[in-house]
């Protein structure tokens, strides 16, 4: 909901600025558009801009913000709920990456979009653009005319060549996890030194108790930091071992948002204002990141910059590749070392269960929690219900059954199409796991992590649900047994019984 009720005459006169409604148009060629009408929500879609009146008139309807697609469409009009992954791929011309930092503090935010700024030079690229999302965030975009045409990707034991127009969200994913990564221990520094070292000053920032900001780690024989819980790291310390000092968990509080990356994902248009601030979606210097205040964008003063958000006529083709190399590198290299990090454990989650269903009844908390309704974070929940059902074993049809009942449950429902285009755009596709314990911003954040005792032993929750259902499997192997002998007997004590009487 809106956090504050914007004048109607004040975003009639905003939209009616001529120069504010071309710079708007700018990002809107062949992208899908939504109207946001205040509290009433969006308008129909697909829909786009064409003409600068279009966003007056608009707003003299009720509107207060405009959204448009990171995806280029050859026809965005030919868009429904309906529309399968094949044929998304068939009209989408390319797509724009913008990463979205995205925090409680407008401060740590503003550190972190610069860092990225900073990431994405080292990387080689130099069309780098940077808006202001309008209230705590930032947005930080390349457009696709900076990325190679095809790139190497593997795809299980193969590589092969793939055009990087179709490799959406799969690359702007790996880009933005890469990316991450590669800043997380700066960031943190840097955060930690904006608060002198003061762990309970950067929770009360970010709405945290300070151990939920804290992570505990070892480094292993390949200088990779392996997370602990607080009472392994005590354990550790007490029988004499030396560890690093415990470090600020970036994550629980700050991210660049992937889940949001997904098929016919909408981000705020430039110059577009802010439902929950009232301010503008500013286009901003990608060299004074650090020197923004909030208070530059209010309507009143802005005027439209010269630095363009996603300004295509600057970049060249392939000063990207860089970028997409590493990050798909990265994300593959990340993918094996998970397969292999803890193989003790392997043979326990790769035993003939995995073949059949898992029960609701062996779900984690965290998931039965979800599947109780929600009243925030309802697109995470629907992104972890889809992966983990599908890596339970869980087919398309029950799997269907089972999120438009929970969608039912929510305190406000997802739109049934939106979900079931989810749900379809997944179908048939690699399965994926869904994010681990250890992320907070899907599962603490939305309020469902409430952990027992065996989830201090696993690292993510089909995990659970497999060590649950071996647990299960071999209760009843004893039971079966056990009726087996009772019924032989049962069958030699009719037997003499039959031949007394014979």
Not at 174 to 201: Q, T
Not at 240 to 247: A, D, F, H, I, T
Not at 313 to 339: C, P
Not at 344 to 351: F, H, L, M, P
Request: proline residues 6%; contains cysteine.
């Amino acid at each position: 909901q809106c956090e504050m009720e914007l004048d109607r005459k004040k975003v009639i006169d905003y939209y009616s600025r001529r120069e504010t409604q071309e710079e708007m148009l700018y990002n809107c060629p062949k992208r899908e558009v939504a109207v946001r009408y205040g509290d009433a929500g969006f308008g129909k879609r697909p829909d786009v801009l064409i003409y600068p009146n279009d966003i007056l008139e608009f707003a003299r309807d009720g509107a207060t913000s405009f959204h448009v697609s990171e995806e280029i469409w050859k026809n965005p009009l030919l868009l429904s709920q309906e529309s399968s992954r094949q044929f998304l791929e068939s009209i989408r011309e390319g797509w724009d990456l913008v990463l979205d930092i995205d925090c409680h503090e407008f401060y740590y935010s503003r550190i972190a979009a610069s860092l990225v700024v900073e990431q994405l030079r080292r990387e080689g690229v130099r069309s780098i653009s940077v808006k202001f999302s309008g209230n705590k965030g930032f947005h930080i975009g390349v457009p696709f005319e900076a990325f190679p045409k095809a790139v190497p990707f593997r795809n299980g034991g193969k590589v092969e060549k793939r055009e990087v127009r179709t490799l959406f969200p799969e690359a702007p994913r790996a880009i933005a996890n890469y990316i991450s990564e590669r800043i997380k221990p700066r960031l943190a520094d840097l955060i930690l030194k904006s608060e002198h070292g003061d762990y309970s000053a950067i929770a009360a920032r970010v709405g945290k108790k300070p151990s939920e900001i804290i992570e505990y780690g070892l480094l292993n024989s390949d200088g990779i930091w392996k997370p602990l819980s607080s009472e392994e790291y005590k354990a550790l310390i007490r029988m004499g071992k030396e560890l690093p000092p415990p470090r600020l968990n970036i994550s629980s509080f700050l991210e660049i948002d992937t889940i949001l990356i997904a098929p016919r994902h909408l981000y705020r248009l430039a110059y577009s204002l802010n439902e929950k601030s009232g301010l503008v979606s500013l286009p901003i210097n990608p060299d004074e990141v650090l020197n923004f205040e909030r208070e530059e964008a209010a309507p009143e003063k802005v005027n439209p910059s010269r630095f363009r958000f996603l300004r295509r006529e600057d970049s060249q083709e392939g000063e990207a590749e860089t970028l997409f190399r590493n990050a798909l590198d990265w994300e593959f290299y990340s993918r094996e070392k998970q397969q292999f990090e803890i193989p003790e454990k392997r043979e326990a989650y790769t035993d003939s269960s995995s073949e059949q269903p898992i029960p609701k009844d062996l779900f984690p908390p965290c998931i039965k929690n979800i599947l109780s309704g929600l009243s925030d974070g309802r697109k995470r929940a629907l992104f972890i219900l889809q992966n983990f059902l599908s890596s339970v074993g869980w087919n398309y049809e029950d799997a269907e059954r089972l999120i438009l009942e929970w969608n039912q449950n929510n305190k406000e429902p997802l739109r049934e199409n939106y979900v079931k285009g989810q749900l379809r755009y997944r179908k048939g596709g690699k399965r994926v796991l869904p994010p681990n314990c250890s992320n907070k911003m899907y599962y603490s954040d939305i309020g469902v992590c409430t952990p027992d005792a065996l989830c201090q032993k696993i690292r993510n929750p089909v995990n659970y649900s497999k060590i649950r259902m071996r647990s299960y499997q071999e209760e009843l192997k004893k039971i079966r047994p056990a009726r087996n002998v009772k019924k032989q007997k049962g069958v030699g004590i009719r037997a003499k019984e039959d031949s007394k009487q014979a």
